[in-house]
């Protein structure tokens, strides 16, 4: 009788442990090691007041860090909500307060979020890489003009939401808890926020342009693009490195692929070029003036054609030249900055 009870004992404890940790022993996992961080662009701050993405299925929620002042980059992550070793399931929907600085405005947004292709991607980044899977963190991003962006980011970056926050009357002292004398006292405090975190060149900007609405709905725009180099020191088979206008991020190998050239993509903001053997002295990384290449491509691929970034490599690499071009006309990118890092 003792044998039995203590065998059903362990049966039952084995039981609980294998339960537990079946979702991370499973090929098909429904939880995960994963943590909530933040972005904003670098030229507009913002700030996050609250922000919940809830788990699938249950009620609990995982923050996003909130309360600091956000101008990173697009795409780029900040912070960090810090959760332990346990698993938690996937978000599938988003609630969200934020505040544009440049705009002295407030948002809030509810939003579902696709929880499917969030967990096939999830779980594509674990079969890819288990030691380092493709994502570790979801990062939402917001920007002026009431746009949240939402990625997964890790090893790479791949943006899986993109939606439309709307406007709130709330005061900013009521918001962060900081006590104002009347509106003019706040907005006084505002300004001095955006005069210690942005250059003179870009509050210049700002005062003269305004907030580019719209801008980041721009980045999203797809193209059939191809990468392609001449000169003196040409690419040959090199590890390439893109972070893109609509912030996703990735490697892959050069030359491109036909797969790869063929599947529409958004534009780069920069380009790196890492030689896969280490006595070749020649990294390389494209730093582009979005506007330039934006302008380029909408004149040269808006119909589908297929459109060539083309880098004639030069040493030094301040002497590289730089065009875009499809099968009937060219364009030279004059504003392209070229290092080695």
Not at 234 to 254: A, Q, V, W
């Amino acid at each position: 009788m003792k044998f039995k009870t203590l065998l059903s004992s362990g049966l039952t404890g084995l039981f609980i442990f294998l339960t537990g940790c079946g979702s991370a022993m499973s090929k098909n996992p429904t939880t995960f090691d994963w943590l909530a961080t933040e972005s904003a662009p670098s030229h507009y701050p913002m700030k996050i007041i609250q922000g919940d993405l809830f788990y699938h299925g249950q009620g609990g929620s995982r923050y996003i860090p909130s309360g600091g002042t956000l101008r990173a980059g697009w795409g780029s992550s900040i912070s960090t909500h810090i959760g332990g070793d346990e698993l938690y399931p996937l978000p599938d929907r988003l609630s969200i307060v934020f505040f544009s600085l440049t705009e002295n405005q407030f948002y809030q947004g509810e939003f579902d979020l696709p929880y499917e292709k969030i967990l096939a991607l999830f779980r594509e980044g674990i079969i890819a890489d288990k030691k380092s899977p493709y994502y570790r963190k979801v990062m939402v991003g917001v920007a002026p003009g009431g746009v949240v962006s939402v990625w997964l980011t890790g090893n790479r970056t791949k943006e899986v939401f993109f939606g439309q926050a709307e406007k709130i009357d709330l005061s900013y002292g009521r918001a962060t808890g900081l006590p104002f004398d009347g509106k003019h006292d706040e907005d006084s405090f505002i300004k001095g926020i955006l005069e210690d975190v942005l250059k003179p060149e870009e509050l210049e900007s700002l005062k003269k342009d305004g907030v580019p609405f719209g801008l980041w709905a721009r980045y999203r725009t797809l193209y059939t693009w191809n990468l392609k180099s001449g000169g003196a020191v040409p690419f040959k088979h090199e590890i390439i490195g893109m972070k893109y206008l609509n912030g996703e991020s990735g490697r892959t190998d050069y030359p491109f692929t036909e797969e790869l050239v063929k599947t529409p993509r958004p534009l780069p903001r920069w380009i790196s070029v890492t030689p896969k053997f280490t006595n070749r002295n020649t990294n390389y990384r494209l730093h582009f003036n979005e506007f330039e290449l934006m302008n380029a491509f909408e004149k040269l691929g808006a119909n589908g054609e297929e459109v060539t970034i083309e880098c004639d490599a030069r040493m030094p690499r301040e002497d590289a030249r730089l065009r875009v071009y499809n099968d009937k006309e060219s364009i030279e990118l004059k504003e392209t900055r070229v290092s080695d890092r």
